[in-house]
């Protein structure tokens, strides 16, 4: 399962079909593949998590009473959403800023190992 934060923030009055259609032309995603799709508002004090299962959608939304929530990263030139991790998504809805953390090197197989 992937997390897919929007790159720009969204009109968080919209449910799950008008969340679902944010999902396919600002994501460029299908919002029925099983993928976890966050949404921002402008503030950035509410977020909504779109979510497919296997019959019917799972939408949840929390509101922040003070402060806001930070992007782990920003999205490249042009790019509709930014790729998460569970963790990082844990982290950002309990309102801590990863966008000074720095990551580790990680272990990554070779691309032309047999």
Not at 49 to 74: C, H, I, Q, S
Request: net charge positive; aromatic share 8%; with cysteine.
């Amino acid at each position: 399962m992937r997390v897919y934060l929007c790159a720009q923030p969204v009109d968080l009055r919209k449910s799950f079909d008008g969340l679902a259609v944010a999902t396919r032309q600002v994501i460029g995603e299908d919002p029925l593949c099983g993928h976890v799709f966050v949404f921002l508002n402008r503030r950035g004090d509410r977020v909504k998590l779109l979510l497919w299962d296997r019959n019917g959608w799972l939408l949840v939304y929390k509101r922040l009473e003070r402060g806001v929530f930070r992007r782990p990263r920003e999205a490249g030139p042009g790019a509709g959403h930014v790729l998460l991790e569970g963790p990082e998504l844990a982290l950002m809805l309990e309102g801590i800023d990863l966008r000074g953390a720095r990551r580790r090197p990680r272990w990554e197989p070779l691309a032309n190992a047999p």
